[in-house]
Structures are given as C-alpha cells and as structure tokens.
C-alpha cells in the first residue's frame, strides 16, 4: 500500500511540471509497464481531490493504455492518445487558471 505521501496534494506551483511530464510520457508512449501507469496515476491524484477532469484523465489514460495492449491498430491507438493529451491540456489548462487566482 502506498505511503501517504506517494498521494498526498503536491503545491499548486508543481502541477505544471507534472502534468507536463505526464503529456510527454503519453505522447510517446508505445507501450504499457505498471511501474509506469502507477507513477501516472499517483500525478493525477496527487493534483487533489479527484474531479471530474482528473476522473476524465484517469479514464482516457486506462483506455489508451488498454488499446495498446488490445489492438494492434495504430489509428485506433492514436486516436485515444489523442483524446488523453486533449484532456490532460485541459486539466493542465485549468490548474493554471487556479495557479494565478491563488497567486
């Protein structure tokens, strides 16, 4: 079981150095290792208390990395990864609006 730090709410100013080495772990991943899946799960939960967007994120992350390993379609693959960046900018989007209101 995790220790309570692995999850614990990380400051507001270090969101965008997550979530953007999250995106660029998604946008060239190829493949699916846990160890790597666990680190991208503990960043989304580490943002706060899950959201709407980070439920999102969470969902489009576990179905691009299920299409990896369940279809050999590089467009369908694509298609998700896609969908995942879409969402993790749209988080990343949001915690800057959030970053300079607290700021």
Known sequence: MPATDDVAPWPWRDHPAALGALRRGVAVQ??????????????????????????????????????IVECDNPSAIETRRLNCLVILDRLAAKGSVARELLD
């Open 30 to 67: 190829s493949s699916v290792d846990a160890a790597d899946g666990v680190k991208a799960r503990r960043i989304l939960f580490s943002l706060g208390e899950p959201s709407g967007e980070i439920l999102a994120a969470l969902d489009a992350l576990d179905r691009f990395e299920r299409t």
